[in-house]
């Protein structure tokens, strides 16, 4: 149990003066004269006890009731609810006070609804609680959340001169999907999901009581009401002697083991399970360690009281070699590995944002907000990995750093769209991305270079390599939304030509100035792209063998080639265009020269590339080549109305 009563019991001898000294003997006779008690719920509720307490007269608590409750956090409210704070944290078990004369038709009814119920808890708040948790309700309806928080309608106020007190085990499971269901966790939830000694409750109870009657005067009813529907049942585990020398490296004896647990109230009796087999310790585990269920954990008690730092470390040890990596993580770390040698610098930003910020790169519907923020700047998931990019690289810029190349590789999170559906969790779109950012300076001045800043360029040919080097096998389609932001797609079923056919598997982009100015760099050029890897490692298409090839005997052939086309055709998608003509001699495209001018004419320009073709099995002349340029003029005649310039 989390209490200074049960750090005491894992770690001292049991001869310890116990932490509590009960006064209040348990009745043979219950309430049921006074108040009816029933448990409808037994699974959920496996023992709930009851005191009544007449003649108390509600106070401030003394001081140093107050000093222990302040010095662990807690605010003082009164003389018995304070008691009913102090036992749990001395001994473990949570406790409610309830005002007797506010229970409506003396009844006190353990019990669960088929429904949702709207109840009003202690701190003035009306919660919706789900169907199936379980409430104590009264005559007319629930006065508390078991295991979680009281009720307003039931509370002690100045005016309460009899006390109901309670004391109860609840099943830590549901106690868990209740308090979290309604987004409420309290001292007493945290105890019960982590599960309490199911033999404490009386003596808790008492031991309250008696405290309560000291300091808030009145006397104790010689009743009581202790309800048991499913009583504890011990639990034995077999301890093998020579296993926990094994383990632990010792040379224990069998009466020095039993030593150790019986000092922590663990019994244990020598039994042979067959014969020929070695003696084994069969143990009786105490009730308020849950925690104790196989023999490893009884092996890890002898260790932790014989202190691992006194066992001698042994002379040699067996090597052991760790699992291999599942191939998605090498993928990852593949990946991680190339953008490093292209000469990025790895950065962890914050997974949550606000909300103000989610907004800048999310529709709000499709963001996912947390339940429980820590507070207003750490609301929503992060949609992308720009955010944590941003806020990094004026961090540096501001402080001097005038060259910014980071990456980064983590989780992006949104609602589940058809084009990202969800994986882990139903309606969550969770994938895994990396971040390539440039901002400031490529390269310093020098006697012999100027200084030279980043541009997009920097950043599409560093995506180039990139992908080069991730051996994607197929030629990705690049498809421009705007001046600022260029979409890639793996290309499906051999439809390359279409644009949108493929998977998009990355995004260059280039921030807009209202974006920037969040992160105070709306003078600063900031270029970034970021990588579905989620999305390329699903495809199959990123290939990790490394292939050899033979230098070709034969040489390769150039052909220059310039072609008019309007100003407004983007050179991109001119060789995009060439790429999909699939021709299999074209080794490379370059391109040498871009024109404008009055000579061209208003709104043209000439595009000029550099074709290298190559046959490893002879030598190409004007004559093989001629035919994939006329391939090439005529796909780019039809997609741009592109002409040939022959001058």
Same mark, same amino acid.
């Given at each position: ?71 662990? $956090?807690?605010?003082?409210? #009164? ?47 009306? *919660? ?39 004391? !109860? ?63 504890? @049942? ?54 308020? *360690? ?18 691992? #730092? ?30 490093? #040698? ?43 990995? !720009?955010?944590?990019f941003l806020r990094n690289a004026a961090f540096n810029l501001n402080r001097r750093n005038r060259s910014v190349r980071f990456f980064e590789m983590g989780q992006v999170f949104q609602r589940a769209t &058809? ?22 300076? *490529? ?29 994607? @096998? ?67 298409? !990123? ?36 790429? #999909? ?5 074209? @080794? ?12 061209? $004419?208003?709104?043209? &320009? ?42």
């Amino acid at each position: 149990p989390i209490s200074a009563f049960g750090r005491d019991r894992k770690g001292v001898p049991s001869d310890t003066p116990a932490a509590t000294q009960i006064k209040i003997a348990k009745s043979e006779t219950d309430l049921s004269g006074i108040i009816e008690i029933s448990i409808l719920d037994p699974d959920k509720c496996a023992r709930y006890t009851a005191i009544v307490i007449e003649g108390v007269q509600i106070g401030p608590s003394p001081e140093w009731l107050k000093t222990r409750l302040t010095s662990i $956090g807690l605010r003082s409210v #009164n003389n018995v609810v304070d008691v009913t704070n102090y036992v749990l944290h001395d001994m473990g078990q949570p406790l409610h006070a309830f005002d007797m004369d506010r229970i409506r038709g003396r009844e006190i009814v353990v019990r669960s609804f088929d429904t949702s119920q709207t109840f009003e808890t202690l701190d003035g708040v009306k *919660r919706d609680v789900p169907a199936g948790t379980l409430f104590i309700c009264d005559g007319d309806g629930p006065v508390a959340i078991a295991g979680v928080m009281g009720g307003a309608n039931s509370e002690v106020t100045h005016e309460t001169t009899t006390i109901l007190l309670e004391s !109860a085990w609840f099943d830590p499971s549901h106690i868990r999907k209740a308090s979290k269901s309604i987004q409420l966790q309290t001292d007493s939830s945290y105890r019960f999901e982590r599960g309490i000694d199911p033999m404490m409750q009386f003596a808790a109870a008492a031991k309250a009581a008696s405290m309560i009657c000291e300091l808030a005067g009145g006397t104790v009813r010689p009743e009581c009401t202790d309800l048991n529907p499913i009583p504890h @049942k011990s639990v034995t585990v077999h301890l093998r002697p020579s296993r926990v020398d094994r383990i632990l490296g010792t040379d224990l004896t069998t009466a020095r083991i039993q030593d150790i647990l019986e000092r922590l109230e663990i019994r244990t009796q020598e039994t042979q399970i067959s014969d020929g087999e070695e003696v084994v310790l069969e143990c009786t585990i105490p009730s308020f *360690r849950p925690d104790l269920e196989r023999e490893i954990d009884l092996i890890e008690e002898v260790g932790r009281i014989l202190d691992y #730092n006194s066992i001698p470390a042994p002379d040699a040890s067996v090597f052991v070699n760790s699992d291999p990596l599942p191939e998605w993580e090498r993928f990852k770390e593949r990946m991680r590995d190339l953008v490093m #040698n292209l000469g990025y610098r790895e950065i962890a930003g914050n997974s949550l944002l606000s909300k103000q910020e989610a907004s800048v790169w999310l529709d709000e519907k499709l963001q996912i907000e947390t339940l429980n923020p820590v507070s207003h700047e750490t609301t929503t998931l992060r949609p992308v990995l !720009a955010s944590g990019f941003l806020r990094n690289a004026a961090f540096n810029l501001n402080r001097r750093n005038r060259s910014v190349r980071f990456f980064e590789m983590g989780q992006v999170f949104q609602r589940a769209t &058809k084009e990202k559906p969800g994986r882990w969790i139903a309606g969550v779109s969770e994938r895994t991305s990396l971040l390539l950012g440039l901002s400031g300076i *490529r390269s310093v001045e020098s006697w012999n270079r100027e200084e030279l800043p980043f541009t997009r360029f920097d950043l599409k040919s560093d995506l180039a390599a990139f992908f080069k080097r991730a051996g994607i @096998k197929s030629v990705l389609l690049e498809d421009v939304i705007s001046s600022s932001e260029l979409h890639y797609y793996l290309p499906q079923n051999d439809d390359a030509e279409k644009k949108h056919s493929g998977t998009p598997v990355a995004k260059l982009m280039i921030p807009e100035k209202e974006k920037l100015k969040l992160y105070g760099l709306e003078e600063t050029p900031v270029f970034f792209a970021e990588i579905d890897l989620t999305a390329l490692f699903d495809s199959g298409s !990123a290939s990790d063998q490394i292939r050899f090839r033979k230098i070709p005997k034969v040489p390769s052939f150039e052909f220059d080639a310039a072609f008019l086309v309007d100003a407004s055709v983007r050179v991109g998608s001119m060789m995009v265009e060439i790429r #999909n003509c699939k021709i299999p001699t074209l @080794k490379e495209i370059r391109v040498f020269d871009i024109y404008e001018g009055d000579r061209l $004419g208003k709104g043209k &320009k000439s595009v000029a590339f550099r074709l290298t073709f190559l046959d490893p099995l002879k030598t190409l002349n004007i004559n093989d080549v001629e035919p994939s340029v006329k391939i090439i003029e005529k796909a780019l005649t039809q997609r741009f109305e592109a002409r040939l310039r022959s001058e």
